[in-house]
C-alpha cells in the first residue's frame, strides 16, 4: 500500500514558477511508477508527467519546455516543476502510483493504482 499527499498548489501570477511536491509512504515507493496529472475546471483528468523507478521520464506535449518531473527516492518524493505558468495551467494536481512495472512509464488513468488527493494550482493572468 503507498499513501500519497501533494503539496506546494497555491495561487501565482502568470509567467511565474512553482513546484508541486507528491510525498509517498510505504516502502516500495522506489519501485513505483509515478505520475502526475490534472483536471482543470470542467475537464476530465489529464495526463502531465510519469517517471519510472530509476528517474526516466517524460511529460506531456502539451507542458514539455515547462514542466519537468523528477524524483528522490531518498526522500520518497515526487516532484513537478513548472515555469512559465500560463492562466489554462489552472487545475487541481494529482500524484499517482503504479503498483507493478516499476520500469515502464505510465500514460493514462488506469495505469496507476494510487492516488493522491490533489492540490490546487491557480494561475492569474
Known amino acids: 500500500q503507498v499513501q500519497l499527499v501533494e503539496s506546494g498548489g497555491g495561487l501565482v501570477q502568470a509567467g511565474e514558477s512553482l513546484r508541486l511536491s507528491c510525498k509517498a509512504s510505504?516502502?516500495?515507493?522506489?519501485?513505483?511508477?509515478m505520475g502526475w496529472f490534472r483536471r482543470a475546471p470542467g475537464k476530465a483528468r489529464e495526463f502531465v508527467g510519469t517517471?519510472?523507478?530509476?528517474?526516466?521520464?517524460t511529460c506531456a506535449e502539451s507542458v514539455k519546455g515547462r514542466f519537468t518531473i523528477s524524483r528522490d527516492n531518498a526522500q520518497n518524493t515526487v516532484y513537478l516543476e513548472r515555469s512559465s505558468l500560463k492562466p489554462e495551467d489552472t487545475a487541481v494536481y494529482f500524484c499517482?502510483?503504479?503498483?507493478?512495472?516499476?520500469?515502464?512509464?505510465?500514460?493514462?488513468?488506469?495505469?496507476?493504482?494510487?492516488w493522491g488527493q490533489g492540490t490546487q494550482v491557480t494561475v492569474s493572468s
Open positions: 499517482a502510483a503504479r503498483r507493478f512495472r516499476p520500469d515502464a512509464l505510465g500514460f493514462y488513468d488506469n495505469d496507476y493504482d494510487y
Open positions: 510505504g516502502r516500495t515507493f522506489n519501485k513505483n511508477t
Open positions: 517517471i519510472n523507478w530509476s528517474g526516466a521520464h
